[in-house]
């Protein structure tokens, strides 16, 4: 295995009632406070108010940006950006899921630079992110891990892009995980979000480099939690204890602890933003539907080992029969977790996705060349990944 370096800096506040510590910290990098947060589930929720009433006793200044959309715009960034330059903020608060914390890391960004946002984002100019303002965030949706990662995706409608991008500057400072928060999020969210967490930890997990055993048991462990506390958050969405290991599931399936120096690409992810960005869909759907198909695709004799030892260690399937059959057990079981146990939508064709979108999705999928993940995958590969979501 590689070396690696482990440095994880983003102080988390875990549990009930820790929003009375909100001020404190918030505190420490200024006084002028710009709260982002999305379409206004954190008003019904109440936690605006709980928000607002922390940072007046803490005697800061408020300032705002709503309507963060799901999939982010860069128009949101755009917007953010400006209030900042304007305003004099000295650090943001972001509060809610995977689409606020990401557009608030890049509005972090671009506060700092004279540049359009977009700039950070564009390949052809990837403009470096020498430095952000800081940010603090409060979770209210298990899912992406960016409440705890140095990642930020962003979407740009006039280009029909969405694209990622990892930067140590862009880590929360501090992030606050309260599970209750999260008792709100609908079944389909819930659902979504669970197979993100589960897609952040196969994309290490199915890997072409050797292994470290312990972090492999870390992963079957993470894999295990979802797939028994995501049916149970469905059902009864305010189970504590179900919320609560989702939600701290979302955060080390991405925040680089398991990846330990692993240095191969992702696969399913760069497949899955096109659909977003060419559809608008839910990530986490996207890359359920893809998920089963890619193992499938890369599923031969060299690469066989690994799908026993998932289907063996996460799923319980009996390890004493036939290689193939085993591997293959392994993937049914997760599509039926998927489709029949989250009751997400099992296809491209019923969620309006359409192949004659697959060749130019595929060619922006690999716009950085050959995947080189699990298994190489060209434009035409995926593209016959693509084929199979049908
Ligand atoms: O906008 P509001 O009103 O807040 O409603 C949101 C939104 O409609 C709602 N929601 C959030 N918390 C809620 C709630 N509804 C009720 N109660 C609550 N407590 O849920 C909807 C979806 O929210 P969103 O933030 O879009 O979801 P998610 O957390 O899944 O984020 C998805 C985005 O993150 C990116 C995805 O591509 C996508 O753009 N990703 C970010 C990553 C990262 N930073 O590392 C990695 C991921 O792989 C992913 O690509
Ligand atoms: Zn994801």
Redesign the pocket.
Known sequence: MNKFVYDIPTKVYFGKDQIGNLGKELSKFGKRVLLT??????K??GLYDAVVEQIKEAGLELFELSG?E???RVDSVREGAQICKDQNIDVLLAV???????ATKFIAAAACVDHDAWDFLDTSKWAPIEKALPIVSIL??S????EM?T???I?NLETKE?I?RMDRNLLPKVSFLDPT??F???PY?TA??SA?IIS?IMEVYFNQENDLYMLDCFMEGMLKTVIKYAPVAMVEPDNYEARANLMWASSWA?NGFITAGKRHAWSC?PME?EL?AFYDI???LGLAILTPRWMEYCLDESRVDKYVQFAVNVFGVDPSGEKMEIAKKGIELLSKFFFETLGLKSNFTEIGIKPEDFSAMAKQACRGGVIEGFKPLAQADIEKIYQMCL
Do not use: E, F, M, R
């Open positions: 947060y999305g379409g206004g589930s954190i019904k929720i963060i799901p999939n982010p809610g899921g995977g689409s606020t914390i990401d209210t949706l899912a992406t891990g960016s990662d990642a930020a995706v979407s969405k990622g928060n999260t709100t999020v609908s969210q979504c979000g993100d952040h991405i992810h933003h977003s839910t990530h986490g």
